[in-house]
T-cell receptor
Framework: KAGVTQTPRYLIKTRGQQVTLSCSPISGHRSVSWYQQTPGQGLQFLFEYFSETQRNKGNFPGRFSGRQFSNSRSEMNVSTLELGDSALYLC???FGAGGNYEQYFGPGTRLTVT | GQSLEQPSEVTAVEGAIVQINCTYQTSGFYGLSWYQQHDGGAPTFLSYNALDGLEETGRFSSFLSRSDSYGYLLLQELQMKDSASYFCAVVYGQNFVFGPGTRLSVLP
C-alpha cells in the first residue's frame, strides 16, 4: 500500500506571496491532518479534514486554509506569506477522524520564505 | 491549558532501558499517543493508550495513568537506530496537541 505523499517536497517563496501544498493520503483513509513543524514551536496542529469537511482547527491565523476533495486528497494554502511561516509542513492521514486512530505522516514540504 | 511536558533530551547506551515521561494538563482527552521521528524524517506512530495501564509492542512499551495525568514510553534493549526524537500527543477538544519532543541519543 502506497504511503502518504506530499508535493512539492521543497519550496522557496517570497514574503507576501501565497502557496498551495498538496497531500495524497493512503488509499482508504478519509482523514487528513496538517501540521507545522519548526525548531522553536515543535509540531503544531493546523487542521483536520474528514470527508471533505474541516473537522478541527488549530490556533493559526486565517491566512492558513485548506480543503479536501472527494478522493480525500487535501490541499493547504497559505496566503500573504511571512518569514515566520518558514517550516516543515506535514500532513498525516488516518482511517477515521480524531486522535483515536493511528496517523501516517507524509515526508513533508519544506517551505522557506525569504 | 492544553500543554504536554517531556524531557528535552535523554542519553543512554546500547542495550540499556530508557523511560521517556510525558505529563499533560488536559481533560476530556481520548488517549495518549507516541511518535518517533528520525532527523530529516516524518513522524511514525509507535503506540496509543486509550485506557490506563501498559501496552507492549516488541521492545517498546507505553503506559498511561489518567488519574496522574501521566504517561511514559519505555524502550528496552536500546539500539543505535533508536536515536531519534520521541513525541507524546493527545487529542484535546478540537485540537491535536503534541509534546515538545524528547531527543534520545543512544551511545555505543
Amino acid at each position: 500500500k502506497a504511503g502518504v505523499t506530499q508535493t512539492p517536497r521543497y519550496l522557496i517563496k517570497t514574503r507576501g506571496q501565497q502557496v498551495t501544498l498538496s497531500c495524497s493520503p493512503i488509499s482508504g483513509h478519509r482523514s487528513v491532518s496538517w501540521y507545522q513543524q519548526t525548531p522553536g514551536q515543535g509540531l503544531q496542529f493546523l487542521f483536520e479534514y474528514f470527508s471533505e469537511t474541516q473537522r478541527n482547527k488549530g490556533n493559526f491565523p486565517g491566512r492558513f486554509s485548506g480543503r479536501q476533495f472527494s478522493n480525500s486528497r487535501s490541499e493547504m494554502n497559505v496566503s500573504t506569506l511571512e518569514l515566520g511561516d518558514s517550516a516543515l509542513y506535514l500532513c498525516a492521514s488516518s482511517f477515521g477522524a480524531g486522535g483515536n486512530y493511528e496517523q501516517y505522516f507524509g515526508p513533508g514540504t519544506r517551505l522557506t520564505v525569504t | 491549558g492544553q500543554s504536554l511536558e517531556q524531557p528535552s533530551e535523554v542519553t543512554a547506551v546500547e542495550g540499556a532501558i530508557v523511560q521517556i515521561n510525558c505529563t499533560y494538563q488536559t481533560s476530556g482527552f481520548y488517549g495518549l499517543s507516541w511518535y518517533q521521528q528520525h532527523d530529516g524524517g516524518a513522524p511514525t506512530f509507535l503506540s496509543y493508550n486509550a485506557l490506563d495501564g501498559l501496552e507492549e509492542t516488541g521492545r517498546f512499551s507505553s503506559f498511561l495513568s489518567r488519574s496522574d495525568s501521566y504517561g511514559y514510553l519505555l524502550l528496552q534493549e536500546l539500539q543505535m537506530k533508536d536515536s531519534a526524537s520521541y513525541f507524546c500527543a493527545v487529542v484535546y477538544g478540537q485540537n491535536f496537541v503534541f509534546g515538545p519532543g524528547t531527543r534520545l541519543s543512544v551511545l555505543p
